[in-house]
Structures are given as C-alpha cells and as structure tokens.
C-alpha cells in the first residue's frame, strides 16, 4: 500500500478553526447548538470545534457521542459481535440546532444512520453535518454543509483522519489499495 499525507496537525488546526467560525457565522451566533460528534473520530473533532466556540464567543457548547453501529443498513454485513462504541447524549435536542459531527463523509451511510438517530431521541430545530474531510462518491442525497476540505478520491483509496486521542498522532492520509 502506498500512503501520501494529506493534512498535518496544524493543517487540521487551521480547518478546525475555520470550521468553527463558519458555525457561528452560519447559526448567527451559538445559542440553541449542540455538537455531536460520530463515535470514534467525529467526537475529538466536535470536542475541538466546541473549544473553539468558547474561545472566540464565550458560549459553551453541549457536546454529545453517538454510536451508529445499530441504525447501520450493513449491520447483518459486520462481524457477528460489531464493537459498539457508546451513545451519550446528556442534553435535550428538543427544538436545538443539531451539528453532527464526523471525520469522512463518503457514501453518506453513515450520516444517514446518524440521523435516524437523532430522530429517535427528539425532534431538533434542524439538523446540520460538519466532516473534516468530504472525499465524494455520494450514494445517498446527503451533503456536508461544513467541510474542512473537499479531497477527491478514487475507490481504490482510503482516506485515514489520525485523531491524537487514538492514533498518538493527528493528520490526514490517504492509502491506495489494489
């Protein structure tokens, strides 16, 4: 396999801090928000994007996780016990602005499942998707409406977000395959 870096650790700063000023400037501001982040990688990203809100407007943001392992269309596809990652979502989504919030977005499945998700637990104001990276290839009508950077692929390639948390490294990479 043959890996090109795409993204540094202070490229993704620098997209987590544009992202966050988008958010604010997009909402008119942060009241009614609330991040959550699409276990794994998707919550160190919402967590960032939230500090950064309280930097710059002084608002806290609720932050939440959500695990989409059952709202998944492949779940019979997985392994026989899929690793279930947690959903915690301490704060009423009644009537808030929902920002998902997720490394990749690709076929769109997984933003699918995610709002399914969310529909199960309340009826928010409206619901938006921010990813750090957006590589295309849509199956499903679903777009990101923050994206950190739009990175065109092929099929044959895997774009890897390298969180600190869990890789002890941040970046973003992509492997060919084949």
């Known amino acids: 396999m043959k890996r090109k870096n795409i993204m540094d650790a202070s490229d993704i700063s620098r997209a987590s801090t544009r992202l966050a000023h988008e958010l604010i400037e997009r909402n008119k501001g ?4 609330v991040l959550i982040g699409i276990q794994r990688r998707g919550v160190p990203l919402a967590k ?9 407007e002084g608002v806290e943001i609720p932050v939440g996780m959500l695990d ?12 026989e016990h899929p690793v279930i990652n947690g959903t915690d979502i301490p704060f009423m989504i009644q009537d808030k602005r929902v920002v998902l919030v997720d490394d990749v977005i690709y076929t769109g499945r997984t933003a699918r499942a995610a709002i399914e998700a969310v529909m199960e637990a309340g009826r928010p104001k ?23 950077r739009n990175l065109p692929t092929s099929h044959n390639e895997i774009v890897h977000v390298c969180e600190e948390c869990f890789d002890g490294e941040s970046g973003v990479y992509i492997e060919t395959v084949g």
Do not use: N, W
């Open 126 to 148: 409206c619901i938006q998707l921010m990813v750090m990276i957006d590589r295309g290839h849509r199956e499903l009508p679903i777009r990101a409406d923050f994206v950190g």
């Open 30 to 33: 942060a009241a009614d928000l």
């Open 48 to 56: 960032r994007v939230a500090d950064l809100v309280r930097q710059f």
């Open 68 to 79: 989409i392992t059952f709202y998944r269309d492949d779940l019979s596809m997985l392994a």
